[in-house]
Nanobody
Framework: QVQLVESGGGSVQSGGSLKLSCSVSEYIFSGYCMAWFRQVPGKEREGVASVEWYGAITYADSVKGRSTIFKDTEKKILTLEMRRLNVDDSAMYYC???????????????????WGQGTQVTVSS
């Protein structure tokens, strides 16, 4: 059974850093576009960072310049490192994947893709 398993969430003070990881089944790691999303209660899930199957990377404006997404093909892990965290970064963070046949760019391409269960990030002031 295909699984995406997130880890690395937790509580951190404003200004701090955090690194999230998403472990994936080997067969879906190559040839897939992958991304991180986040969601707070009462709001829509929003894209944070995406890496296309060929390597192109996109960041949401809200995290651009202070986040790094990395697809570690050797360890079969997708990571998201976030720096200078603020309270607005508090959310449940989800990992998503989509077969390259359905990857057209943009965060909307993951709507019908594979999703993990999420890991909570809480930033306190």
């Amino acid at each position: 059974q295909v699984q995406l398993v997130e880890s690395g969430g937790g509580s951190v003070q404003s200004g701090g850093s955090l690194k999230l990881s998403c472990s994936v089944s080997e067969y879906i790691f190559s040839g897939y576009c992958m991304a991180w999303f986040r969601q707070v209660p009462g709001k829509e899930r929003e894209g944070v960072a995406s890496v296309e199957w060929y390597g192109a990377i996109t960041y949401a404006d809200s995290v651009k310049g202070r986040s790094t997404i990395f697809k570690d093909t050797e360890k079969k892990i997708l990571t998201l490192e976030m720096r200078r965290l603020n309270v607005d970064d508090s959310a449940m963070y989800y990992c998503a994947a989509r077969n390259r046949a359905h990857c057209r760019g943009g965060f909307g391409q993951y709507r019908d893709g594979l999703w993990g269960q999420g890991t909570q990030v809480t930033v306190s002031s």
